[in-house]
């Protein structure tokens, strides 16, 4: 594994070594692709989140409450000084939880270096055995959510020199070919296709190795660079729903220490179906 500054994200060896740690408590969130992943096996000790439920507000399009989501923290035996290791079948949607849990004044939080695959190369043990939690005391704590920037922010932007806008969507939804992953057997997601003007393409599985463990510091830094991304400007990702956007946030501001990132949660579901908002189409500079 990589040597990342900041401590920030673990082995399967160290996920390992701390399966019975009582300060730590491992989450598996779930994802789009196989949402019951968790059930078919998971790490020893894992508690289960079902992104959604776990992570939006019930009715609202917005994040859980600071209440709601003391009531999460409680639920999984979490208090304010547990160190939370989370990982998923999609590390994207790690790194999203990883971005909700800091905006709700959480920061004792890493990410296993890749998903599911990395523990199942190593033969490591799943289990299906659903552990017994103690319920915890999680006082709420208060919003931190400069991680985030909404549609208003983003359009009062767009001729900003200093700000770099990273699409990490797939070629065919940057190119305006489709609004969903290539993967989705029904292309939905938003009313147009598009981009946000001037965005900058950054796949995201350039970030990636095979098992969704992140490629060497100097790979990620170049990677950035080559779209203009660098620590002196302001850097807002995006994707479709912000899960990928939420990867690009944690590697450039956790692994390559970048000053000014936030995440454009509204992502294209949002300003592919707003009235009024600019959209880019066709060929465009990787």
């Known amino acids: ?8 994200i ?30 078919e096996g998971h790490v020893p000790g894992a508690v289960f989140w079902p992104w959604m ?15 709601a989501f003391s009531r999460l923290m409680e639920k999984s035996g979490i208090r304010h000084e547990t160190t939370i290791v989370l990982y998923s079948d999609d590390i994207q949607f790690a790194t999203y939880a990883f971005w909700v849990c800091t905006m709700r004044g959480h920061s004792k939080i890493r990410i296993l270096d890749g998903n599911r695959e990395v523990w199942a190369k190593e033969n490591r043990a799943f ?9 915890s005391d999680y006082p709420v704590r208060p919003i931190e959510e400069s991680c985030r920037i909404g549609r208003n922010d983003v359009l009062q932007g767009l001729s900003n020199p200093e700000r770099v806008l990273l699409d990490l969507r797939s070629p065919e939804e940057f190119r305006a070919e489709r609004v969903s992953p290539p993967w ?13 003007p001037g965005a900058r393409h950054l796949f995201y599985k350039e970030l990636l190795n095979e098992d969704q463990s992140f490629k060497p510091l100097d790979v990620l830094r170049e990677a950035f660079q080559k779209r203009g991304a660098t620590p002196a400007k302001e850097i807002v990702c995006y994707c479709r729903l912000s899960h990928r956007g939420s990867m690009a946030w944690f590697i450039a501001k956790y692994l390559l220490e970048f000053p000014r990132v936030r995440v454009y949660d509204g992502s294209w579901t949002e300003w592919g179906s707003m009235v009024g908002m600019p959209i880019e189409i066709g060929p465009r500079r990787a």
């Open 53 to 67: 439920e776990s992570l939006w507000h019930p009715t609202d399009r917005d994040f859980v409450t600071p209440e």
């Open 10 to 39: 673990v082995s399967p060896a160290w996920l390992a070594e701390n399966l019975e740690n009582p300060s730590v408590r491992i989450v598996e969130v779930s994802c789009l692709r196989n949402p019951n992943s968790y059930f």
């Open 127 to 135: 289990t299906r055995e659903i552990p017994g939690i103690s319920s």
């Open 184 to 196: 989705f057997t029904v292309d939905h997601g938003a009313v147009r296709k598009g981009r946000i």
């Open 1 to 8: 594994m990589p040597e990342y500054s900041g401590g920030r």
